[in-house]
């Protein structure tokens, strides 16, 4: 066994002796598979992060649109409540030739079934979105490791 | 020397190179990372990567009762100046365009522009004007001037504006404007609320905000959390019922020359303020001159909130606690005979009756008909006693805080048997409201007990608070029983009859009402003002089930004294719109209806 392993050898030295390039074609066969595996790698990488880098700018404008949309809700609402602010409102009656209401200008009828309005209820604050909103997808967040250690534990899961 | 050591030894040279300078690498990463001055390397490498950013959440708004809003949010915009991006231009038209735009002082202007700035280690600023008294504040444009300074600083051929800086920031907006200002209260440009219901809920309109590290290299695709924010209320005021009294308030103030007054609505079965007015007005969304300084932070503010920080000697509508007590003690009935002298003699002081005149023999209605203060005192003296009377006067929670939900609230003051200072006298004078002093909505709630068949219920401004889990709705409270129903019933009878008796100015067609009138002097240091008074008047109604409960105060009156003449047709005036805007059908109305008609 052991002379046939040593045979062996002594053919691929001889075969070197006597073609030197066959040694560095293998060298530079195995290089460039290492610097291809590395350009892949470092190629995912970038396009992993360029989509992190894109969907960070993203949640920033979005957030800074949501900060505008909910000032400039607000300021319309206000604008709103200006308009129609009892002051201006008694102004604008009055130029339309109404007048306050008196006890003798008023006939109160009963009426059967009739339902007073409901109470107001004011609209809830924006709430703070809860753990499961704020959760991004692991794709944004997760390394390569975790990621593979994911795809080895559920081989179905990564997309 | 063959080829192959040759190639070897450079091959080993060209290694020893690159081995030296990995290791140089490495070392440097050590030092970089682990030392001394590692936290400088990362202090580097933080600043520019990453920024610390305080997030304040928006104030929540409010709401009148049946939803129109009273306080939301806006944004304003300071003016600063970034004093490295000056020009010798700009320096000249900065102040001259802001002096023509906002009719400020251009000298004043000019000189916060020029100022080296820079060798006071200074390189941005904030424009300030200057007020009245010659304070400083920071100068604030809305929207409309800050896209026309925008457009100056876009067009090239318009003044040159370089170093000017439009800096947004939140700002409280009250779309009523006056109306309800005082309820309000107000908030700063450091959205810290002062007074009023602003004041009083600043922690829970606020929210909480917080402090994000935002990652700017990488950027982190990850949603920050929003600060818990702030939540909004629904108060118990009208707003419509609101404009309508301080209407009414303004033509009285104006009509009888007095330099102020409040008016106070509240539905007495729950302790809902349904409005509260006065005069001066309170422009929140103009509050500088209204701001405090320490000392009147910690005491109220009698011109801000007089409703619950303006006391005032109560004079005659004070009488009917002291004759609820005696009612309810079954130590005076209603027919009970009283035959007035004109004076009585209580601790050795003499009281006279408000016109000095003797009534001769009066009933105890009669006694509140007349507004008699030798009957009412006699009740305090001859069957009530001091213990009896300031117990009476403690469970109707005079001299303590109501605890409504209004910032500044004072306790007025009443001085009872166990005071060092306290002499017979006053027991005499409390009788029918002299020597004491109260709240607009302090004599209000003790009223509050008599319309509300003998319940004081808290009185309060919020009726919902809206927070982000959901709406909560305050369960109004009693603060004391002290009268039974059939005191409050008797006494209400009693002065409805008497004010049917008392003045015309304060009767409804239609309408059963019950009230008293009151005329205070005003105390000074010196004594008793000889000329000014504070008129006032308290009534509910409609009988016999009460809705609504109102306070009028109207101080220094010129042209009549008297509350019968100032204050009741003010209560008057507001009861014939009240009735209407609430829906409260006449007796007739009622009778029509029970019998089908």
Same mark, same amino acid.
């Given at each position: ?159 | ?274 409005? =509260? +007015? #006065?005069?001066?007005? $309170? !422009?929140?969304?103009?509050? %500088?001159?209204?701001?405090? @300084? &320490?000392?009147?932070? *910690? ?23 002291? =004759? +609820? #007590?005696?009612?309810? $003690? !079954?130590?005076?009935?209603? %027919?009970?005979?009283?035959? @007035? &002298?004109?004076?009585? *003699? ?29 009957? $009412? ?221």
């Amino acid at each position: 066994m052991l002379g046939q392993r040593m045979g062996v050898k002594a053919k691929r030295t001889h075969a070197s002796r006597q073609a030197p390039w066959r040694l560095q074609v293998r060298w530079t066969g195995k290089t460039m598979l290492l610097a291809i595996v590395f350009l892949v790698v470092s190629g995912v990488y970038l396009a992993v992060n360029a989509r992190l880098a894109k969907a960070g700018r993203d949640v920033l404008s979005l957030e800074e649109h949501r900060s505008d949309m909910l000032r400039l809700t607000s300021e319309l609402s206000a604008e709103l409540a200006t308009r129609t602010a009892p002051e201006t409102m008694m102004a604008r009656a009055a130029s339309l030739g109404f007048h306050a209401a008196q006890p003798d200008d008023v006939l109160f009828l009963t009426v059967d079934g009739y339902m007073p309005p409901a109470d107001f209820i004011a609209p809830r604050p924006p709430a703070a979105p809860d753990e499961g909103q704020a959760m991004l997808s692991p794709a944004y967040t997760e390394t390569l490791g975790e990621w593979l250690m994911r795809w080895i534990g559920s081989p179905g899961e990564p997309s | 020397m063959n080829p192959d050591g040759v190639t070897r030894r450079r091959i080993r040279f060209v290694l020893f190179l690159m081995a030296g300078a990995v290791t140089a690498l490495v070392v440097q990463l050590v030092r970089v990372q682990f030392g001394p001055y590692a936290p400088v390397f990362a202090a580097r490498a933080e600043y520019g990567a990453s920024r610390v950013e305080k997030v304040v959440p928006a104030r929540g708004q409010i709401y009148d009762r049946n939803g129109n809003l009273l306080a939301s949010n806006g944004t304003m915009f300071y003016l600063e100046i970034e004093v490295r991006q000056l020009t010798e231009l700009s320096q000249k038209d900065i102040p001259l365009t802001l002096s023509k735009l906002l009719l400020l002082p251009l000298e004043d202007l000019y000189a916060q522009v020029t100022t080296d700035w820079a060798a006071l280690g200074q390189y941005r600023i904030r424009l300030t004007r200057k007020d009245a008294n010659g304070n400083p504040w920071p100068i604030s444009v809305d929207k409309t001037v800050a896209e026309v300074i925008n457009g100056f600083l876009a067009d090239p051929l318009a003044p040159d504006l370089s170093g000017l800086d439009l800096v947004p920031a939140p700002k409280r907006i009250y779309p009523a404007g006056t109306i309800a200002g005082h309820v309000l209260g107000f908030v700063n440009q450091e959205g810290q609320g002062f007074y009023g219901v602003e004041g009083y809920y600043d922690e829970w309109l606020s929210g909480k905000p917080i402090t994000i590290h935002r990652q700017f290299i990488p950027l982190e695709a990850r949603l920050q959390p929003d600060p818990p924010a702030g939540v909004n209320l629904v108060l118990t005021i009208d707003l419509a019922i609101q404009q309508m009294v301080e209407t009414a308030l303004k033509e009285a103030i104006e009509s009888s020359l007095a330099e102020s007054g409040q008016v106070i609505v509240m539905d007495p079965r729950n302790g809902e303020i349904l409005a =509260m +007015a #006065a005069w001066p007005v $309170l !422009d929140p969304n103009h509050y %500088e001159p209204w701001l405090p @300084d &320490t000392t009147e932070e *910690e005491e109220g503010n009698p011109v801000i909130t007089p409703g619950v920080a303006g006391t005032f000697e109560p004079g005659s509508t004070f009488k009917v606690m002291t =004759m +609820a #007590a005696a009612l309810d $003690l !079954d130590r005076v009935k209603p %027919e009970t005979e009283f035959i @007035d &002298t004109g004076q009585i *003699e209580v601790g050795g002081h003499i009281i006279r009756n408000w016109d000095g005149r003797s009534w001769g023999q009066q009933t105890m209605v009669g006694c509140l008909q007349h507004s008699l203060n030798v009957c $009412l005192a006699w009740i305090a003296a001859d069957k009530l006693g001091a213990t009896d009377l300031y117990a009476y006067l403690s469970r109707f929670g005079v001299g303590r805080l109501t605890g409504v939900d209004l910032a500044g609230e004072v306790s007025g003051k009443l001085r009872t048997p166990r005071d060092p200072d306290w002499t017979e006298p006053d027991m005499g004078t409390n009788s029918f409201g002299q020597g004491v002093s109260v709240t607009p909505m302090q004599l209000l709630t003790a009223v509050s007990a008599i319309a509300n068949y003998g319940d004081m219920v808290q009185p309060h401004i919020v009726r919902q608070v809206v927070g982000p889990q959901g709406a909560y709705w305050p369960q109004p409270a009693v603060l004391s029983r002290p009268i039974t129903r059939q005191t409050a019933e008797t006494l209400t009878t009693m002065l409805a009859q008497s004010l049917e008796g008392e003045t015309r100015y304060a009767v409804v067609p239609g309408y059963r009402l019950a009230g008293k009138t009151g005329t205070a002097q005003i105390a000074t240091e010196k004594g008793y003002d000889p000329k000014w008074t504070v008129a006032s008047f308290v009534g509910w109604g409609p009988l016999p089930e009460p809705r609504f409960l109102v306070l009028v105060r109207i101080d220094k009156p010129a042209t009549a004294p008297w509350g019968s003449v100032i204050a009741a047709p003010v209560f008057q005036e507001i009861v014939e719109r009240l009735v209407v805007m609430m829906g409260l059908p006449p007796d007739t109305s009622l009778a029509q209806a029970a019998a089908g008609g």
